[in-house]
Nanobody, 115 residues
């Protein structure tokens, strides 16, 4: 099994920055893809960014140029650097990890962008 714990959410003004962290533990060797989803109130959960073995990364168009996904294998931690935040980025952010057999989710961390 894999355990995921997010941190780094909070309240920030428009144009500000936050860095989310997702610490992984357990059978890390079985992870094939990691990434971030977000869910705003009343909306469906949506994919934000992914990172796969070999550090291939992808972010969705709505955050391209503002968000960067990365990971530190030595620390078993994945990050989401979020710059130029907009009120529309307000959501609960969840990290996930896919193995060959199943998906794992963190508990979520709230990001609120407001003036």
């Amino acid at each position: 099994q894999v355990q995921l714990v997010e941190s780094g959410g909070g309240f920030v003004q428009p144009g500000g920055s936050l860095r989310l962290s997702c610490a992984a533990s357990g059978r890390i060797d079985t992870i094939r893809v990691m990434g971030w989803y977000r869910q705003a109130p009343g909306k469906q959960r949506e994919l934000v960014a992914t990172i796969i073995s070999g550090d291939n990364t992808n972010v969705v168009n709505s955050v391209k140029g503002r968000f960067t996904i990365s990971r530190d294998n030595a620390k078993n931690t994945m990050y989401l650097q979020m710059n130029s935040l907009l009120p529309d980025d307000t959501a609960a952010y969840y990290c996930y990890a896919n193995t060959l057999g199943r998906s794992y989710w963190g508990q979520g961390t709230q990001v609120t962008v407001s003036s």
